[in-house]
C-alpha cells in the first residue's frame, strides 16, 4: 500500500511540475501530454495496474498525432490517420492483455479507417472503393486471429461482401461500366444478410445436434 501510495505521489509531482512548465510557456500542451504518457507508461511497468497503461497508451496517441502532424507532416492533413491508428494500436495492446474479441475489432478497422483517410487526402478522384477494400483485408485478419480456430466464420463472411462491394465501387466508378449499380447494391445487402443469417441458425442447430 505504501509502495503505490509512493508511487501516486510522484506521479502527482510529475503532472505539477508538467502544468508548471505549460503555464511558464517552457512546454506546449502537446509535449506535456507525450512527458506524461511516457510517465504512466513506466509506471505500468514498475506497478503492473493496467489503468496505467490505458491512460499512458491514450495520452500518447492523442500527443503523437498532434506532434507528427505538426513537425514530420506539416503540408499534408494527417491527423485522422495517426488518430486512429493510434487508437487502433492501443486497442490492439489491450487486445494482448485483455483478449477480448472487441478490441480485436477495434483495433484492425480503425487503422484501416485511418489508411482509407489518408488515401482520400492524398488521391484524386473517387477512391471509395478503398474503404471497402480495406475492411475486408480488416475483417479477414480478424477472422485468422480471432475466430478462426474456434469455427466462427462470419468476419470471412463479412471479409468477402467487403471485397466484393469494393470490386463494384471500383466498376462502377469507371465510365466504360454503365449499370444499375446502386439499384444492384440495394438487391444486394438484403440477400447477402439473409445468406449469413441463414448460415449462422444452420450453425448453431447443428452445434446442438
Do not use: C
Not at 489508411?115 to 482520400?120: A, K, S
Request: charged letters at 10%; aromatic letters at 18%; a positive charge.
Amino acid at each position: 500500500m505504501r509502495k503505490n501510495n509512493y508511487f501516486f505521489g510522484l506521479l502527482l509531482v510529475l503532472i505539477g511540475v508538467l502544468f508548471l512548465l505549460l503555464n511558464l510557456r517552457v512546454l506546449s500542451f502537446d509535449w506535456l501530454l507525450f512527458i506524461l504518457s511516457v510517465g504512466f507508461i513506466i509506471s505500468y511497468f514498475i506497478q503492473g495496474h493496467i489503468g496505467y497503461l490505458i491512460s499512458g497508451l491514450t495520452l500518447l496517441a492523442i500527443s503523437l498525432v498532434s506532434l507528427l502532424n505538426e513537425y514530420a507532416f506539416p503540408g499534408v492533413n494527417i491527423k485522422g490517420f495517426l488518430f486512429l491508428w493510434a487508437f487502433g494500436i492501443v486497442s490492439l495492446v489491450l487486445y494482448v492483455r485483455q483478449r477480448s474479441k472487441a478490441f480485436l475489432i477495434f483495433g484492425l478497422i480503425l487503422p484501416a479507417l485511418g489508411t482509407y483517410n489518408l488515401i482520400e487526402e492524398l488521391a484524386y478522384g473517387d477512391v471509395s472503393w478503398t474503404l471497402y477494400l480495406l475492411f475486408g483485408i480488416a475483417f479477414y485478419i480478424i477472422y485468422i486471429v480471432g475466430y478462426s480456430k474456434s469455427g466462427i466464420e462470419w468476419p470471412k463472411h463479412l471479409s468477402l461482401i467487403m471485397v466484393v462491394i469494393s470490386i463494384l465501387f471500383l466498376l462502377s466508378s469507371k465510365t466504360t461500366v454503365k449499370f444499375g449499380f446502386w439499384k444492384f447494391i440495394s438487391y444486394l445487402w438484403p440477400i447477402l444478410l439473409i445468406g449469413i443469417g441463414v448460415k449462422i441458425i444452420y450453425n448453431m442447430i447443428k452445434i446442438k445436434e
